[in-house]
């Protein structure tokens, strides 16, 4: 079982990026999927959920109209689109695959929002 998540870097308030997570090794088509972040000295906080299918999505507050969350089932991978980020923002994201017992998570990827 892997997730891999790619595509943090550092960028400017109002910026945006798209982060990917690559999953392999689990029937990904039948997992809850969610992004999930962790600020320095901070509790890791959920971001937002996508169904299986991905017909609905559900984003945290503080994100809500900023990031919308895809997944695409043929390639096994899901999609955090980020934008008008904040320095607020600023954190380690990481990727959540969820169905009953099974929870697995990736290695995270660090987002930087800095002028």
């Known amino acids: 079982v892997q997730l891999v998540e790619s595509g943090g870097g550092l960028v400017q308030p109002g910026g945006s990026l798209r982060l990917s997570c690559a999953a392999s090794g689990f029937a990904f088509s039948s997992y809850i999927m969610r992004w999930y972040r962790q600020a320095p000295e901070k509790e890791r906080e959920w971001v937002a959920v996508?169904?299986?299918?991905?017909?609905?999505?559900y984003y945290a507050d503080s994100v809500q109209g900023r990031f919308t969350l895809s997944r695409d089932n043929a390639k096994n991978m899901v999609f955090l689109e980020m934008n008008s980020l904040k320095p607020e923002d600023t954190a380690v994201y990481y990727c959540?695959?969820?169905?009953?017992?099974?929870?697995?998570w990736g290695q995270g990827t660090q987002v930087t929002v800095s002028s």
């Open positions: 959540n695959a969820w169905l009953s017992r099974n929870d697995y």
């Open positions: 996508i169904n299986t299918g991905g017909s609905t999505t």
